[in-house]
Nanobody
Framework: QVQLVESGGDLVQPGESLRLSCAAS????????MGWYRQVPEKSRELVAT???????NYADSVKGRFTISRDNAKNTVYLQMNSLKPEDTAVYYC?????????????????WGQGTQVTVSS
């Protein structure tokens, strides 16, 4: 299978910046789309941003102009640069990736989630 490990979550003040990273590992053949989602207690997980292997991006309206998603295909890593953070950005941020990997000599598709990293924006 494919494992995702996030890092970079922290407690910051409003207006500050934070950069999240997510590295994928395993017998990866290709990763098509990588993305970031977030969730607060008692609410559904919501899309923050996604990026394709070709570099096409998609953002939630609430983060457009403040967050930037990028990826390093050679390292199977996706980043989320978060600027001008607001208290409403407080959430657990999850990394997601989909693509194909080798298993028992055959290519299989995967869709994986990371374990989540806490981002807290508070004065």
């Amino acid at each position: 299978q494919v494992q995702l490990v996030e890092s970079g979550g922290d407690l910051v003040q409003p207006g500050e910046s934070l950069r999240l990273s997510c590295a994928a590992s395993g017998s990866i053949f290709t990763i098509q789309t990588m993305g970031w989602y977030r969730q607060v207690p008692e609410k559904s997980r919501e899309l923050v941003a996604t990026i394709t292997s070709g570099g096409s991006t998609n953002y939630a309206d609430s983060v457009k102009g403040r967050f930037t998603i990028s990826r390093d295909n050679a390292k199977n890593t996706v980043y989320l640069q978060m600027n001008s953070l607001k208290p409403e950005d407080t959430a657990v941020y999850y990394c997601n990736a989909g693509g194909s990997y080798y298993y028992q000599g055959r290519l299989r598709s995967f869709g994986s989630w990371g374990q989540g990293t806490q981002v807290t924006v508070s004065s």
